[in-house]
């Protein structure tokens, strides 16, 4: 899991930044 957080924040889909800007947000909180 970690490794496609890494990819997607990388080269996130067009659709897809927002929600992985969070995603990456939150998992740097809880990391």
Known sequence: M???LSEL???P???MR???R???R???VRA
């Open 26 to 28: 939150k998992v740097g």
């Open 13 to 15: 889909p067009t659709g």
């Open 18 to 20: 927002t929600e992985v």
């Open 2 to 4: 970690p490794e496609m």
């Open 9 to 11: 924040s990388k080269k």
């Open 22 to 24: 969070e995603l990456s």
